[in-house]
């Protein structure tokens, strides 16, 4: 059996964390260009609301638990989305509230 130095796993576990690390800035990036097209917009938009971002969740029953599970996601999201592209976020829930206000 091969036993690893503190020195080999502390270098390995480095190694894991930056590529760990990459890979974060890589998908944020990938969301900051998505957020920067209208169509990735419209998307981000369109899956923000069928999560219920805008909706009361409340509905007496055991109903409430899966809504505020997709709630949820959509608080994530907004949430991602507010950290790699504030300006589009905030576009993207103010359009969100005012059509749920129609």
């Avoid at 974060?24 to 260009?33: F, G, P, Q």
């Avoid at 805008?54 to 949430?79: I, P, Q």
């Avoid at 991602?80 to 993207?92: E, F």
Wanted: hydrophobic share 35%.
């Amino acid at each position: 059996m091969d036993w690893e130095t503190v020195q080999q796993r502390e270098k390995r576990r480095e190694e894991i964390s930056e590529k760990k690390r990459q890979r974060a800035i890589e998908v944020d990036e990938s969301l900051k260009a998505i957020l920067q097209t209208p169509d990735g917009r419209r998307v981000m938009s369109e899956i923000l609301g069928k999560c219920g971002l805008t909706r009361s969740n409340f509905t007496g029953n055991s109903e409430t638990f899966k809504l505020e599970g997709r709630r949820e996601v959509a608080l994530v999201l907004a949430d991602w989305m507010g950290r790699v592209d504030p300006n589009a976020a905030r576009q993207i829930i103010g359009e969100l509230y005012v059509r749920h206000d129609d």
